[in-house]
């Protein structure tokens, strides 16, 4: 006898509701606060549209359609900024990203737990230092009279009057802070990898590297490619503080980034309109390079996020 699939029959929404009602209350709650944070304010980007004046409020202010936007694009410095921008965050991304990745796979193979565990705790620790900090401690370092960078090489050069220098400063300070509390997102995926999968290597006789090369990488791969999505749809978003606190007069030609530039029109110049129509601009471009980015992973690692 042929037998026949009966039908599936699914409780209403409602009355599932009902069941999990503890369940969806506590969704409810980072629902809401998205909601208040994070979509509320958007009301608020129409005054990247608007001649906005405090005394007449949002809606009362004079629409004035892509004035800001043309005014942006049309800046002296526009060219600068772009290309300043793009260009910190890809020398950060193309060597800060993999740093984490080759530390975490070198942290896996340390079987001594008490020296993997101070190595951890030694790499984690300038993720703790506050931004005003470090640059306070660049400033001392690459000082041209007593400077520890000067005293090594018996130079008096002022690294942070160099221009030339700027974005190596930025993309190496950035690594020496970050890299270390990048590794345990790594970390944490390495010790999901079944033991026994080591254990047959070792029994082929497979080398530490191939261990590496066979287990650990391709369990990585997911995880790589989701934090270089996120990576690059951040990628006008160059941290601000940093940028701010070692910019000079000298090295604006690399220095001046859009973040920089918000700041200055925003709360210098209290052109409120005219900023919140670069941070869209800016907002508009990472959205765009997210979808790029997690369309060719897609294509190419077969792994899709968004």
Same mark, same amino acid.
């Given at each position: 006898m042929k037998a026949v699939a009966r039908p599936v029959h699914r409780k209403p929404l409602g009355k599932r509701i009902l069941d999990n009602w503890q369940l969806y209350l506590l969704l409810l709650i980072p629902v809401v606060?998205?909601?208040?944070?994070?979509?509320?304010?958007?009301?608020?980007?129409?005054?990247?549209?608007?001649?906005?004046?405090?005394?007449?409020?949002?809606?009362?202010?004079? +629409?004035?359609?892509?004035? +800001?936007?043309?005014?942006?694009?049309?800046?002296?410095?526009?060219?600068?900024?772009?290309?300043?921008?793009?260009?910190?965050?890809?020398?950060?991304?193309? +060597?800060?990203?993999?740093?984490?990745?080759?530390?975490?796979?070198?942290?896996?193979q340390l079987r001594f737990k008490r020296f993997r565990r101070v190595v951890q705790t030694v790499i984690y620790a300038p993720h703790f230092i506050s931004t005003m900090i470090i640059c306070g401690m660049l400033r001392i370092f690459?000082?041209?009279?007593?400077?520890?960078?000067?005293?090594?090489?018996?130079?008096?050069?002022?690294?942070l009057t160099e221009a030339s220098m700027f974005r190596t400063i930025y993309v190496a300070s950035g690594i020496w802070q970050e890299a270390g509390w990048g590794t345990i997102i790594y970390l944490a995926t390495l010790s999901s990898v079944d033991p026994s999968l080591y254990e047959a290597a070792k029994v082929d006789g497979a080398s530490?590297?191939?261990?590496?090369?066979h287990i650990d990488i391709p369990c990585l791969i997911p995880m790589i490619i989701l934090q270089l999505i996120m990576s690059a749809s951040g990628l006008m978003n160059v941290g601000f503080e940093k940028a701010f606190l070692l910019q000079t007069d000298l090295n604006k030609a690399t220095s001046d980034i859009i973040a920089v530039y918000v700041y200055d029109q925003g709360i210098q110049r209290a052109s409120y309109s005219y900023a919140t129509a670069i941070g869209l601009f800016?907002?508009?471009?990472?959205?765009?390079?997210?979808?790029?980015?997690?369309?060719?992973?897609?294509?190419?690692?077969?792994?899709?996020?968004?």
């Open positions: 606060i998205t909601i208040v944070y994070k979509y509320g304010p958007m009301y608020g980007i129409q005054i990247a549209f608007r001649d906005f004046r405090a005394n007449r409020g949002i809606t009362g202010s004079e +629409w004035v359609g892509w004035k +800001w936007f043309e005014r942006f694009f049309q800046a002296p410095t526009f060219d600068r900024m772009i290309r300043n921008t793009i260009l910190l965050s890809l020398y950060s991304l193309l +060597w800060g990203f993999p740093v984490p990745i080759i530390l975490s796979l070198a942290l896996n690459l000082s041209p009279s007593g400077g520890l960078i000067n005293l090594l090489f018996g130079t008096r050069i002022d690294f530490v590297f191939q261990r590496i090369l800016n907002t508009a471009i990472n959205i765009v390079l997210l979808l790029i980015v997690n369309r060719i992973a897609k294509k190419f690692a077969d792994v899709n996020f968004i």
